[in-house]
């Protein structure tokens, strides 16, 4: 032990020595100022990103796309209201580098409210057969005291982000989740490079073979869907879009497994007839039985 400590000893002896050394050679004058982590601050309606605060499992599936901005200097600027819902409001987001034009990206953020602030109150049909870990949570969302309000709204933030990775991961055609924060969920802005968000489905006038065209798109996806075990639960014309040519769907906290929810399929057969009735009423007459039963063989698959 003795040896060790004495070579210690001579070796910061010897560092001692070429630090001094160091320090009559090394001319300081170029630098006039101490360099700081930013040349900015944020300013109103904005914040320094939060991708550096979370932890890897609340970051979308790797690998990540091109696009996605991860430096720890982007800051996220607001730059409005893309839609009002039920449970939540989409913001516009631009997540960039200062100085940097190749690190920028358009984000939509998902927010969701407590349920004292949110109207949508058929929550209990979705979550039939979901779990929750925290019997402490458990337990508060029972007796929906403030504590299972917030854990509410925080088990509609994560659940969709689950859903968006898992559809994601499964080729289905949603908007990449980049990451969950609380109760709030970024993923890609679905839309041109200016900010103008891509139309719902329900907005669009198209020619026959265009809708036809349409459909087969949701029939796959949907297809996707049943296949992995799951119904989306509340598809409609209104949270499908359509972005050149290509059908994206929206909108998945209430993503249900088809076997687990007791009301599993009831939803998926209630989904086949939306849309199925939506295009009809368009000329484009489809059976949604047909549909129901099709998306039914491939769960069963």
């Keep these: 032990m003795s040896d060790l400590f004495a070579s210690s000893e001579a070796s910061s002896s010897r560092l001692s ?12 004058s170029p ?5 700081t982590f930013a040349d900015v601050e944020p300013g109103d309606g904005q914040r320094w990103s939060t991708w550096p605060a979370i932890t890897p499992s609340e970051r979308g599936p790797l690998p990540w796309p091109a696009w996605v901005v991860t430096s720890a200097g982007a800051l996220d600027t607001e730059l409005g209201i893309l839609k009002t819902g039920k449970e939540a409001d989409v913001f516009l987001i631009e997540r960039a580098v200062p100085d940097d034009p190749d690190q920028r990206v358009l984000l ?25 870990r925290n019997t402490r949570d458990t337990r508060a969302l029972a007796k929906k005291s403030e504590h299972g309000r917030a854990v509410a709204a925080l088990q509609w933030s994560f ?4 859903a968006l ?17 609380g109760t709030e969920l970024l993923m890609e802005f679905i839309g041109d490079v200016s900010g103008v968000a891509a139309p ?7 020619a026959r073979a265009e809708l036809v065209d349409l459909y087969d798109q949701i029939v796959d996806l949907m297809r996707v869907f049943a296949a992995a075990g799951f119904a989306h639960g509340d598809l409609s014309a209104y949270n499908l879009l359509v972005h050149d040519g290509r059908v994206r769907v929206i909108d998945l906290p ?8 007791p009301q599993g399929l009831d939803l998926l057969h209630r989904d086949c007839v939306n849309i199925c009735d939506w295009f009809t009423r368009r000329r484009v007459e489809r059976d949604a039985e047909a549909l129901f039963a099709e998306l039914l063989a491939a769960s069963y698959a």
């Design 17 to 28: 020595t070429a630090s001094s050394s160091a320090a009559r050679v090394f001319d300081a």
């Design 31 to 35: 630098f006039d100022s101490v360099p």
């Design 108 to 132: 939509a953020a998902k927010r969701y409210r407590d349920t004292d602030h949110s109207s949508f109150h058929r929550s209990g049909v979705y979550t039939e057969g979901r779990s929750t």
């Design 159 to 162: 659940a969709e982000f689950d």
């Design 165 to 181: 990775c898992r559809m994601w991961e499964l080729g289905a055609p949603v908007p990449y989740p980049v990451q969950v924060n």
């Design 200 to 206: 719902r489905l329900a907005a669009v006038r198209s």
């Design 254 to 261: 209430q993503i249900v497994d088809i076997i687990a929810n």
